[in-house]
T-cell receptor, first 112, second 114 residues
Framework: EADIYQTPRYLVIGTGKKITLECSQT?????MYWYQQDPGMELHLIHY???????EKGDLSSESTVSRIRTEHFPLTLESARPSHTSQYLC???????????FGPGTRLTVL | KNQVEQSPQSLIILEGKNCTLQ??????????LRWYKQDTGRGPVSLTI?????NTKSNGRYTATLDADTKQSSLHITASQLSDSASYIC?????????????FGRGTQLTVWP
């Protein structure tokens, strides 16, 4: 069982609200990732980090931003949520090399 | 273009039966292939991982095969259980970046009926 946590698990908010999705891992992994997944579709990488103070955008353009101030913490922020942001957001981490990525349980976001 | 295609898209089987899920990929240069199980509303959990030189890997009732020449993989589930109902995702990693870039299939949604 991987020690990677996401909160909240479910979130329903109105358009225009600012939200932060939390992700933390206790495995000391350097690399962390955020994916977006719609029902029946593949995961799309939206952000990743090689380590503290390192953040990069992924393949799928996203209006969200991330920060990596501490190794264990990789929060994702939406300044102004819109219905198009409705999706499942998965956080993952891995150590160096090509080890397996461990996924958190996900946050299902619904923007009304 | 690096892609991962899975079939079938969905599958329904009776408890106790066997099934095989397919994965074709075009990712190059190839590093490894993983099968993940994703329960509804949860994050994916790794089942198996295979590198270029491995052509079979087992994890309990799950057996994955890899043919690196034809770029095909399969996941065989033996004596299915109700708890096997989930989405099974094929994930291929390339060798060309330090990121260890992953390419995800859309998954096969397996439903096991009693």
């Amino acid at each position: 069982e991987a020690d990677i946590y996401q909160t909240p698990r479910y979130l329903v908010i109105g358009t225009g609200k600012k939200i932060t999705l939390e992700c933390s891992q206790t495995m000391g992994h350097d690399k962390m990732y955020w994916y977006q997944q719609d029902p029946g579709m593949e995961l799309h990488l939206i952000h990743y980090s090689y380590g503290v103070n390192s953040t990069e955008k992924g393949d799928l353009s996203s209006e969200s931003t991330v920060s990596r101030i501490r190794t264990e913490h990789f929060p994702l922020t939406l300044e102004s949520a819109r219905p198009s942001h409705t999706s499942q957001y998965l956080c993952a981490s891995r150590t160096g090399g090509r080890d397996t990525q461990y996924f958190g349980p996900g946050t299902r976001l619904t923007v009304l | 273009k690096n892609q991962v295609e899975q079939s079938p898209q969905s599958l329904i089987i009776l408890e106790g039966k066997n099934c095989t899920l397919q994965c074709n990929y075009t990712v190059s240069p190839f590093s490894n292939l993983r099968w993940y199980k994703q329960d509804t509303g949860r994050g994916p959990v790794s089942l198996t991982i295979m590198t270029f030189s491995e052509n079979t890997k087992s994890n309990g009732r799950y057996t994955a095969t890899l043919d690196a020449d034809t770029k095909q993989s399969s996941l065989h589930i033996t004596a299915s259980q109700l708890s096997d109902s989930a989405s099974y995702i094929c994930v291929v990693s390339d060798r060309g970046s330090t990121l260890g870039r992953l390419y995800f299939g859309r998954g096969t949604q397996l439903t096991v009926w009693p």
